[in-house]
């Protein structure tokens, strides 16, 4: 009975271990995708910002500076922001384009700082770069839609697998220790008759000696 009870407690044991590994790799998927999303936003909201300084005469290098370590953050990965690299083709390719196209900025920024009457070339590169990074945001959210639903479909195949795995040792278990009761009766009774056969023999054998 130790051992059935066992091999039960272990079947659900892995069950519950299975199914706590599924939801912490989704939930730490998510959890990356979400920031890739997030950054992606950043990089098309932040350049609006540091062209509309630099139109206003107010420079700001150190956004230039985190602009730059955020694009290469979701090309490359950057364990800092906690960004992995880009795998997703489509997000990938947009991501590099928004990255040509942010070095042509920045060289626009550097020709209006010493022309501002370069002010509608800047203008028409940041309209182009925040196109390009929109497109990046919304291939980030695709991905990271896709890849939710291909996550949910994998956690439910797993956890049912694990399921029917449970119910069939649960079923064999079962089968075991009925099997195992069984065979124990079959013993018991066997014993039993085996004995009051021996009585008989013997009670046989103490008349016979009386009879003598």
Known sequence: MRISQQLRSA????????SSSLVSV??????????VVNYAGIVR????????????????DLLIEKQDKLV????????VLGL???????FKTQIETVATA?????QKIVTFRQDSKTKADLLDASEKYFDLADRAVFAAEKYSTEKAERL??????????SLLLLIKIWTTVTQITNTFKKSTSDITQSSEQIALVVIKQEKGMALHYLVC
């Open 152 to 161: 949910r479909v994998i956690q439910i195949a797993i956890f049912a697998a």
């Open 102 to 106: 942010w070095q042509d900025l920045k």
């Open 11 to 18: 079947a659900i044991g892995i069950l519950v271990v299975g």
């Open 72 to 79: 290469n953050g979701l090309i490359n990965g950057d364990r």
């Open 26 to 35: 989704y939930l730490n998927s998510q959890g990356n995708d979400s920031k």
């Open 45 to 60: 909201g932040g350049t609006q910002r540091l062209i509309k300084l630099e139109l206003a005469q107010r420079p700001n």
């Open 84 to 90: 992995p690299a880009a795998t997703d083709p489509e």
